[in-house]
């Protein structure tokens, strides 16, 4: 499960480099601050 879990994150991190290298920084910056949203949203929302 945990290694499943970083194979993702590295996808996702892959992603954003290639958003980033290819000169697509607004669109590299929208998803991270979508990915930190929902992080914020589950964090702050859910019943701990």
Known sequence: MAKENKNEING????????????N?????????LILFIIFDIVAFTPH
């Open 25 to 33: 920084w607004y669109l590299g910056g929208f998803i991270i601050a």
């Open 12 to 23: 996702i991190m892959d992603l954003i480099k290639a958003l980033f290298k290819d000169g």
